[in-house]
């Protein structure tokens, strides 16, 4: 892959990139530079991974040749509350710059952490924590984005859940460009929401919302709860109406079950 070539005027996401043509999983290489000092904005970016990790312990299939697989580290001074609501504001800057590069598509955010297009995911966001003294001291963001996958290299099992640039824009898209634009839209949006919290982005995120308005299942643990999605708070989580009432939710996975409108 080329380095760089593409203007990148993020400043400090993007700050030192190491590019590997192939690792078990950036999130893991990211950590690892977390814990020996390395600086916010410090970036791992694959061509393949080996063991490309998912939220709830799933696999992220990432063969080569293809597709976006990034970390980046943050090291935000926010409280740990406000964490929640990360995978949202870095979802809102995924989806922006799908629509600068491939202005067709039009990418929704199904809560907490993927984006979906014309119903198939087209990118994940996993989000890991490490604390220290109660406080967030580091967050790696990994982001997978299926760029140019085609529909014969998704393996059976996704055929009817994934998707990619190529698939939905009969094109091509280079992945230095995306990366780029992710960086370059993700800088001021992150920026915004350590000064602010959550609380600018609902109404955007109201408009992305691919759940708003669905009958779903969440899975919490051990008990899922079933509701009419109503939209995102303030903190980041989900509002869910069930039949004992409004209720927030705060971590699962969602499922949707029907269209109620
Ligand atoms: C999900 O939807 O479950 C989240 C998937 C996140 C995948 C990305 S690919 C780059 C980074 N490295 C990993 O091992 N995972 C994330």
Redesign the pocket.
């Known amino acids: 892959m080329q380095k760089k070539s593409f203007e990148l005027t993020a400043k400090r996401l993007g700050c030192e990139v190491r590019f590997l043509q192939e690792t078990a999983?950036?999130?893991r290489d990211v950590d690892t530079a977390a814990q020996a000092g390395a600086a916010e904005g410090f970036l791992v970016m694959a061509d393949a991974?080996t063991a490309?990790?998912?939220?709830m312990s799933?696999t992220?299939f990432?063969p080569p040749g293809a597709n976006l697989?990034?970390?980046l580290l943050l090291r935000p001074d926010v409280e740990l509350a406000a964490v929640q609501s990360l995978p949202l504001v870095v979802g809102l800057a995924v989806t922006e710059a799908i629509i600068e590069c491939a202005p067709a598509l039009q990418p929704k955010i199904k809560w907490p952490?993927?984006l979906l297009v014309n119903g198939k995911k087209i990118c994940?966001?996993?989000c890991e924590l490490q604390t220290k003294h109660d406080k967030p001291d580091y967050i790696v963001a990994?982001?997978?984005v299926n760029v140019n996958l085609t529909a014969d290299q998704i393996p059976n099992e996704l055929k009817t859940s994934a998707t990619s640039i190529l698939i939905e824009n009969g094109k091509p898209l280079n992945r230095e460009q995306l990366l780029a634009a992710i960086l370059n839209r993700l800088e001021p949006l992150y920026d915004n929401w350590r000064a602010f919290g959550f609380k600018p982005f609902v109404a955007n995120m109201h408009a992305l919302d691919a759940l708003r308005g669905l009958l779903i299942r969440i899975d919490l643990s051990g008990e899922p709860v079933e509701g009419i999605a109503a939209g995102i708070q303030a903190d980041g989580a989900l509002l869910l109406e069930t039949s004992k009432g409004l209720r927030p939710i705060y971590s699962g996975e969602a499922h949707i079950l029907a269209r109620v409108l």
């Open positions: 999983s950036t999130n991974q490309g990790r998912g939220r799933h992220w990432s697989y990034f970390s952490n993927d994940g966001i996993l990994g982001i997978g």
